[in-house]
RNA sequence: GGUGGGUUCGUAUAACGGUUAGUACUCAAGAUUUUCAUUCUUGCAAUAGGGGUUCGAUUCCCCUACCCACUACCA
């Protein structure tokens, strides 16, 4: 019978979700809408030691941000589900409150011979590494071993019973079979096989708290949770073969879940996993979203660098996959679509940070002009200005005024809308807006140095000026509504070459003095932008400051 | 050390066993533009090495090298 599609996120609440992370609840999140099955979160708390206040609900914003959205295990105001419902028939989806149900799985499985009682303590078993390390041998707690160590394998059933009950601290390990060939099977490696007796017993409970390992949790919950799939990091392949093990120790081969191993993002230079480090060290982040830890250390995120969502999970989405064509560009709904494990690459991807750039850049020229100037807006208010609608003038109490002005600091939105219009192809980021477009706003304070050198020449002084009084006659002319770009632009170009006057000096003067570097958009478009008395202004700032 | 996985331009990747080994990012050059940016065009640049199998290997097999992961009462 066919099964509905569900996999799951289990994310360790040990601290920010890194964008590796992240990939791996996209391609999660990817496959079960494409099979239109449930894409779950499960919260993996059983290691007291490492919990991090606040990872949890971060994980869950951050997946939130990016788009990935949980049919299940997370409720609509982003807390994990703790009571059962039709909605999320398998609450609690943290593990450590689940506590209670895996203690039996763990007996059952000592009851049926595939599991024992171990007594060494972790000091005990250290040493006996260390021993052995330092003779160059390599300790492994198995077949090889176990038999002459402390557990209800090796000592007498009334010690054991005796001290199950005496001590708090024993474990339940594992029985790995002795020369037993694993064959698996990965949806995106194939087939792969390992003997077993390179295996240890792993311990799958530990009775000091009550909780279980990952490799007993895991697999109990999943199947518990009727997973269909696991698609997880690379870092597990080496316990695959226990996870199936398991599943057949507890007879559940038939309802087993199909395996992925995704491998792990690299750091852009060298070698290795991509780690925290490397962002602070090339300057990138590695998270999704700001990270401030407990002795107050920040992390930067994507979000606050300023980086659309969708071009961050398009960019982590060609991370590992691609659909099979020259196409880069996806939306979410695209990559539903398009979307195979058989199209996940093996090898570990290095991480590109200026391609992250480039696919932000991509998405904010795709952004409406409207929506860029409803995030710019924040931007310009930090620098002192203000701006205004009329409908959210009338909301300040404000009186609304269609034209800028440059010495109170304030502007109309359609004038900021105009802007954002002209400049957004030179954009990566909104925050990029500024640096490229302040002369719209405040005039110049200062002039480039290279830039005056080269340009602001006496000879060419005397012509820009020239062509300023043309300007300003033209203004004149046509009233407000007459000076725009379109009907100034024809007629200024006339008028300079009509004199055979140098156009590019002429116009990298008047640009000098408008925007205060030889760099910038059109004159016609700045002067139309500025008006005529603003412009007027500057060139008089300009000659004052720079002379003749 | 052991076990498992991996290896195509600098990076991400494409190529039913037959291609001048493609595309994108980066970089460089040129064109366009009143400057800058954009845009367009062009260029640079790869099958880790060695053996097989085959008429033919980037592709299949073996060996070596290198890289990665795992090797906890962590996930």
Redesign the pocket.
């Known amino acids: 019978m066919e099964r509905r599609t569900r996999v799951r996120f289990?994310p360790?609440p040990?601290g920010p979700l890194h964008m590796g992370g992240v990939r791996t609840a996209l391609y999660n999140y990817l496959y079960a809408k494409q099979k239109g099955g449930d894409f779950i979160i499960r919260i993996?708390d059983?290691?007291s030691?490492?919990f991090v206040p606040g990872a949890e609900a971060y994980i869950i914003e951050a997946l939130n941000w990016c788009g990935i959205i949980p049919d299940e295990g997370v409720d609509e105001n982003g807390k994990v589900v703790e009571v059962a419902s039709d909605k999320h028939p398998h609450a609690p989806y943290r593990q450590s409150q689940r506590k209670p149900i895996y203690r039996k799985y763990a007996e059952e499985l000592v009851q049926k011979g595939y599991a024992y009682y171990a007594f060494?303590?972790?000091e005990e078993?250290g040493k006996i590494?260390a021993e052995m390390e330092a003779n160059k041998q390599?300790?492994?707690?198995n077949y090889s071993t176990r038999g002459s160590l402390r557990n209800s394998l090796s000592l007498p059933a009334e010690e054991v019973a005796r001290l199950l009950e005496e001590r708090s601290?024993?474990?339940i390990r594992f029985k790995m079979p002795e020369d037993r060939t694993v064959k698996m099977d990965d949806l995106i490696?194939?087939h792969?096989?390992?003997?077993t007796s390179?295996l240890?017993d792993k311990?799958l409970w530990?009775r000091?708290d009550e909780?279980p390992?990952?490799h007993l949790a895991n697999i109990v919950d999943d199947h518990l949770m009727e997973i269909t799939e696991v698609i997880r990091g690379?870092?597990?392949?080496?316990?695959l073969p226990l996870h199936y093990l398991l599943y057949e120790a507890f007879g559940w081969q038939e309802t087993m879940p199909r395996f992925a191993h995704l491998s792990?993002l690299?750091k852009?230079d060298g070698?290795?996993?991509l780690s925290k480090r490397d962002g602070d060290r090339l300057g990138f982040p590695v998270f999704p979203l700001k990270w401030v830890n407990a002795e107050g250390e920040v992390s930067r995120g994507y979000r606050e660098d300023g980086y659309f969502p969708e071009a961050f999970v398009n960019m982590l989405a060609?991370?590992?996959w691609?659909p099979?064509d020259?196409r880069?560009l996806f939306t979410m709904d695209e990559l539903i679509q398009a979307f195979s494990l058989e199209?996940v690459?093996?090898?570990?991807?290095?991480f590109?940070p200026?391609?992250a750039k480039?696919y932000n850049k991509e998405y904010l020229r795709k952004k409406s002009d409207h929506e860029l100037t409803k995030l710019f807006k924040p931007v310009l208010k930090q620098h002192g200005l203000t701006v205004h609608c009329p409908k959210c003038a009338e909301k300040c109490g404000v009186e609304y005024r269609p034209e800028p002005d440059f010495a109170t600091g304030y502007f109309p939105k359609a004038y900021v809308q105009k802007v954002v219009s002209l400049i957004k192809?030179?954009a990566t980021f909104v925050a990029d807006f500024w640096d490229i477009a302040s002369y719209l706003f405040v005039a110049p304070k200062e002039y480039v140095e290279k830039d005056v050198a080269k340009f602001w020449k006496s000879e060419n002084v005397e012509l820009a000026l020239q062509v300023a009084e043309f300007i300003k006659d033209f203004a004149d002319k046509c009233g407000k509504d007459g000076f725009t770009k379109e009907t100034l632009?024809g007629p200024l170009?006339e008028y300079i070459r009509g004199n055979e006057w140098p156009?590019?000096k002429v116009?990298?003067c008047l640009?000098l003095a408008l925007v205060g570097a030889?760099?910038?958009?059109?004159?016609?478009?700045i002067v139309t932008l500025l008006g005529r008395d603003e412009f007027a202004s500057r060139i008089d700032a300009a000659v004052a400051n720079l002379g003749k």
């Open positions: 289990a360790s040990t993996e059983t290691d030691q490492r060494d303590t972790a078993l590494r390599t300790f492994i707690y601290d024993w474990t490696r194939g792969v096989e390992v003997n390179t240890d311990v530990k000091a909780l390992t990952y690379e870092e597990w392949l080496p316990s792990l690299l852009p070698k290795g996993k060609m991370l590992g691609n099979g020259d880069e199209r690459v093996m090898h570990g991807a290095k590109n200026e391609k480039w192809e030179r632009e170009e156009m590019g116009m990298n640009r030889s760099s910038g958009l059109g004159i016609a478009d």
